[in-house]
């Protein structure tokens, strides 16, 4: 497991996503993870979402992918980044599912991890957005921290490591967040 993360910091410390067969060699050796990491974001959507683990990791791909900036500092970075544009890919599906010109009748896609359950949430996709937009407006390195514990799964070490704070810091800023998104989403 140790051996993994070492490659795929190698990997993406010389990536250069212009070069089609090294985006290729990056998905090969970090699908499995992206099919988890979808996989839990998709744990909770309602019965019948059309949209499965797979697509989700290859949409999320092809936006990262189709970049000329991309670059990640290592495989924390890498996945929070991935995390990110799962939650936009996400968003974007729930936002077209709900267009009037598409028949409206629009169904709450809610999400369910681990996470969610910790802090009291389980909100509908375009709410957690929404308040996620006010979050950032407010304080960005929250609405980062949100991102990373929440849709990229990383420890709170993990996510400290990314933001460049201390484990102290994070958890109390970690702890903020939580209850600005339970009272801006009406969970009290």
């Given at each position: 497991?140790?051996e993994?993360r070492?490659?795929?910091?190698a990997?993406?410390r010389q990536?250069?996503?212009s070069?089609?067969k090294?985006?290729?060699?990056?998905?090969s050796?970090?699908y499995?993870e992206l099919?988890?990491l979808?996989?839990?974001?998709?744990r909770?959507e309602?019965?019948?979402?059309?949209?499965?683990?797979?697509?989700?990791v290859?949409e999320?791909y092809?936006?990262?992918?189709d970049?000329?900036v991309a670059?990640f500092?290592?495989r924390?970075?890498?996945?929070g980044?991935?995390?990110?544009?799962?939650?936009?890919v996400?968003?974007d599906?729930?936002r077209?599912r709900?267009?009037?010109?598409r028949?409206g009748?629009?169904?709450r896609?809610?999400l369910d991890?681990?996470?969610a359950?910790?802090?009291?949430l389980s909100?509908?996709?375009l709410d957690?957005?929404?308040?996620l937009e006010?979050?950032?407006?407010h304080?960005?390195?929250?609405a980062?921290?949100v991102?990373?514990r929440?849709?990229?799964?990383?420890?709170?070490d993990e996510?400290?490591?990314?933001l460049?704070?201390?484990?102290?810091k994070?958890a109390?800023?970690?702890?903020?967040?939580r209850?600005w998104?339970?009272?801006?989403?009406?969970?009290g």
């Amino acid at each position: 497991m140790q051996e993994h993360r070492r490659l795929v910091t190698a990997i993406l410390r010389q990536l250069d996503l212009s070069d089609p067969k090294q985006a290729q060699q990056l998905l090969s050796v970090v699908y499995d993870e992206l099919r988890q990491l979808a996989g839990s974001q998709l744990r909770g959507e309602r019965v019948g979402h059309t949209l499965q683990p797979t697509a989700l990791v290859h949409e999320a791909y092809l936006r990262l992918v189709d970049t000329d900036v991309a670059t990640f500092e290592g495989r924390a970075h890498f996945f929070g980044t991935a995390a990110r544009a799962m939650r936009q890919v996400l968003v974007d599906h729930a936002r077209r599912r709900n267009a009037d010109k598409r028949g409206g009748g629009w169904e709450r896609v809610t999400l369910d991890t681990g996470l969610a359950e910790d802090a009291g949430l389980s909100p509908d996709i375009l709410d957690l957005h929404g308040a996620l937009e006010k979050l950032s407006a407010h304080d960005a390195t929250l609405a980062r921290l949100v991102e990373l514990r929440f849709f990229a799964g990383l420890t709170l070490d993990e996510a400290a490591d990314i933001l460049g704070v201390s484990r102290r810091k994070a958890a109390r800023d970690w702890s903020v967040a939580r209850l600005w998104l339970q009272r801006e989403l009406g969970g009290g």
